[in-house]
């Protein structure tokens, strides 16, 4: 399912140019983004990044300074949030205290008019999807937070929106429980084939869910990629910093070709040599990232013979280590003078009777050739 790849296909949702300012302040600057039919989308970004002001300007909460929202290949300019194809389930839920959780889903549908038999099997097709059939009769106060967020959702969809708009959905529940969740919504989203858009601060969440994931800050966006390329592909460094853990090293481009690129480390005293090209020029400093998961980390330090330099591998000392469970997070000191700390992810993939690095080893840390991206 790669509609964006598929250049004739039509967005869903698009975003043309759009800014909004609240006086002068600029919350959305100038932002473009396409969205396809059946996509799980998420808007990831920091606090005040624009994301929620994205979102109800979609659901016609807000309207744009300038620039166009279609949906649907229709121009939204004007049109009142419930002429609107999108439907947005808010992070407070904002259930109705003194209903049943059946009145709460029926709630749109009959303010709509439909008749009463298609309201009683819609609602237990709601039921359904989001598992509450036993909790039909009880009131919002007699459930908890999970089966509460569950309820919003049921009620969200009731009218077959073509759009979900999702605004931090999860947020109030535990990781357990939201992890969960997660899932869930993904296999209702499969299920029904409706367009989801998500906004949410929580990156493992964005990509979890996400087909596709827009990373914003201060109202841009920064970067439109599927998880796994915004995880191994960053394009800039700030959503390489920002999704997941990464090591961050300066280098000094050495040549480049088609090829690739040889760099030499500005703190490790070593070469890198990658299989990725780049438009910086030799004797320029650039960024070159590496996830802690593609540096391996072995016992020992490694001699190199004089007048030669060590490529993507240098020596290092551990001064931290973190046990998490699956995995244990290497903290070493590498290179002279200041000299930098890499971190090294392992995985705990055997029961660790003994360890087999400690505080102080000293250690050769090394990385292939397309372990890492160039930033600049
Ligand atoms: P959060 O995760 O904290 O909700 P966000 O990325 O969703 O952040 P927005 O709610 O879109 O951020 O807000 C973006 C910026 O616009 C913020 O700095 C916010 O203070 C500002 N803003 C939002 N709504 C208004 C408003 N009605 N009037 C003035 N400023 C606003």
Redesign the pocket.
Known sequence: FTPWEDSSAKPFIEFRNVTKR??D?T??DNLSLKIYEREFFALL??????????M?MLAGF?SPTEGQILLDGQDMAGVPPYKRPANMMFQSYALFPHMSVEGNIAFGLKQDGMAKADIAARVAEMLRLVKLEPFAKRKPHQLSGGQRQRVALARALAKRPKVLLLD?PLGALDRKLREETQFELMNIQEELKTTFLI?T?DQEEAMTVADRIAV?DA?KIMQVATPAEIYETPNSRFVADFIGDINLMEARVVSTSEDGTVMQAVALGCQIETSQTTTAAVGDTVWYAVRPEKIRIELGETEHAEGTTAVNQTNGEIWDIAYMGDVSIFHSHVGNGNGVSIRSTVANVTRLVERPLTWDDKVTLSWGRDAGVILT
Not at 45 to 54: R, W
């Open positions: 609240f006086g302040f919350a959305v970004g920091g606090s005040g990044c624009g994301k929620t002001t994205m109800r807000e931090e906004v601060h914003m109202g």
